[in-house]
């Protein structure tokens, strides 16, 4: 088998219990429906699929745009999560 990838386990921890609720408290709080927003099982769902999206980073590359790229995901915000995932790219590739 030359030639094969093998790819790292890579765990992240479980969304917290507070992070959805809080997303509907904010929403309310500022009299907004929370369908504005990604849907909690969207964000369940993103998270949930997210390792395997990181094991295609190499681990030197993993730095702080990729974590907040994460923080992200994990509130919905899946634009900005692109973002950050496109910065880090650029700037990989302005170091090259």
């Known amino acids: 088998m030359s ?3 093998v790819k790292e386990e890579l765990q992240l921890p479980s969304l917290p219990t ?3 609720p809080a997303l509907a408290e904010l ?3 500022l009299g907004i429906p929370r369908n ?3 849907s909690s099982e969207e ?3 993103a998270w949930k699929d997210l390792p395997r999206e990181l094991r295609e980073i190499p681990n030197d590359l993993r730095g702080e745009l990729i974590a907040r790229m994460c923080v992200a995901v994990s ?3 899946f634009d900005g999560a692109m973002n950050y995932a496109w910065n880090a790219a650029i700037l990989q590739l302005r170091q090259k």
């Open 3 to 5: 030639g094969l990838i």
């Open 18 to 20: 507070t992070v959805l």
């Open 27 to 29: 929403t309310a709080s």
């Open 36 to 38: 504005v927003l990604a």
């Open 43 to 45: 964000i369940e769902y």
């Open 75 to 77: 509130t919905g915000l």
